[in-house]
Structure formats: structure tokens, C-alpha cells
């Protein structure tokens, strides 16, 4: 079956240096999307990727969907305390209709 | 818009017991989905439906039931608890279910089965 790996699982940093988490399929996925949870908090979508090779940014967040659909990863330049929580990334499987969700990456950043 | 509104926000419950988490948005979102989180396990889908009257199991629906009976409504049953329900249960739901539309969740409810 379908297998997706999400690493790491956690990551301290310092403020101000890089962060990625990356997720990382057995098979081709047909899409992916990220969604952050800060502490206490839901969910929230951030994005989806959905063709090969597609690079998408917000702000100091850059996302890459790989060229052969199996690797994805989400990228924090210069992390800030506001980026502290947990970022999944998500996929579609069995027929469309369900969300499955990796295991997450924490992420603390200290000052 | 409320969004998604799910209640209660905790709940204890003895082992055995059952309730109902209700969970309804006002969005008129098709497709809405529960999902349980423990920690270090990301969050695992329990059960969905892609619309009134239509449900479906997830990768964990073992112990929980769903009814769909109105577009806005979608309770999660627990008929005879167990501590190893504990966790915190997301409620989920998007305008249709397609690699174009994303979820929207609910704050959560916190669940403890002594």
C-alpha cells in the first residue's frame, strides 16, 4: 500500500536560521497539501501542489512538489517565533476521497 | 459564518459509557469528515461523507458511528467508550471533496475515557 513519511518529527532551531520538513511517498501522488497547527490550535490549509515539479511561495515559505510526484517539501526561510507548531503534509487516497495526513513536523523556535 | 463548530470542547467519560460529538458548519460544504489526533500520529481519519446521507469509513472508524442526515450536521457516536479513545477529535469539512478544495476544521473536542 501506500506509504508516506514525513521527517523529521521534530525540529528546534534558532530565530532567524531555515526549516524544512519534507514528506516523502512510495508511489506517485496525485497531489499534496500542507496545513500548520500551532499549539492548542486546528489545522489550518496553507497549500496544495499538484503538478510535477511545482514550486509555490508564500512569503518566507517556499513549497516544492518533486518531478516525479513522490517527495514534497516545505521550506521556512529565516524561521520566526510566529512559525512555531506543527506542519502536516496531506494526500488524497482510495478513490479521492479521503485526506490522509502525515505524522507531522514540530517545530519550536526559540529567540 | 460560524465555520465549523464542534461541541463540547472536553469531555470526560467513563469506560463504557457512549455520547455523541456534534459537530455542524454552516458553509453548506458537501463533503465533511472526523479525524482523531494523537500525539506523535499526525491526525488519522475516522470516518467521512461526501454528502447527506453518504458515509464512509476512514482508516480508524472501529468503535465510532456517523449518520449524515442534513448537509450541515455530522455527529461522531461513540457507543461504548474506552480509554483508548482519548485523543482530541477534529471535525472537518470542504465544498466538495477534490484536490481543489481544502478542509476547514473545527477547534476540536477533548476527549478522556478513564
Known amino acids: 500500500g501506500q506509504q508516506v513519511m514525513q521527517i523529521p518529527q521534530y525540529q528546534h532551531v534558532q530565530e532567524g536560521e531555515d526549516f524544512t520538513t519534507y514528506c516523502n511517498s512510495s508511489t506517485t501522488l496525485s497531489n499534496i497539501q500542507w496545513y500548520k497547527q500551532r499549539p492548542g490550535g486546528h489545522p489550518v490549509f496553507l497549500i496544495q501542489l499538484v503538478k510535477s ?53 514540530r517545530l519550536a523556535v526559540h529567540p | 459564518n460560524a465555520g465549523v463548530t464542534q461541541t463540547p470542547k472536553f469531555q470526560v467519560l467513563k469506560t463504557g459509557q457512549s455520547m455523541t460529538l456534534q459537530c455542524a458548519q454552516d458553509m453548506n460544504h458537501e463533503y465533511m469528515s472526523w479525524y482523531r489526533q494523537d500525539p506523535g500520529m499526525g491526525l488519522r481519519l475516522i470516518h467521512y461523507s461526501v454528502g447527506a446521507g453518504i458515509t464512509d469509513q476512514g482508516e480508524v472508524p472501529n468503535g465510532y458511528n456517523v449518520s449524515r442526515s442534513t448537509t450541515e450536521d455530522f455527529p461522531l457516536r461513540l457507543l461504548s467508550a474506552a480509554p483508548s479513545q482519548t485523543s482530541v477529535y477534529f471535525c472537518a469539512s470542504s465544498p466538495v471533496f477534490s484536490y481543489n478544495s481544502p478542509l476547514h476544521f473545527g477547534n476540536g473536542t477533548r476527549l478522556t475515557v478513564t
Open chain 1, 53 to 105: 515539479g511545482e514550486v509555490k511561495k508564500q512569503k518566507r515559505l517556499t513549497f516544492q512538489f518533486g518531478e516525479a510526484k513522490k517527495n514534497s517539501s516545505l521550506h521556512i526561510t529565516a524561521t520566526q517565533t510566529t512559525d512555531v507548531g506543527t506542519y502536516f503534509c496531506a494526500w488524497s487516497s482510495g478513490g479521492y476521497n479521503k485526506l490522509i495526513f502525515g505524522a507531522g513536523t
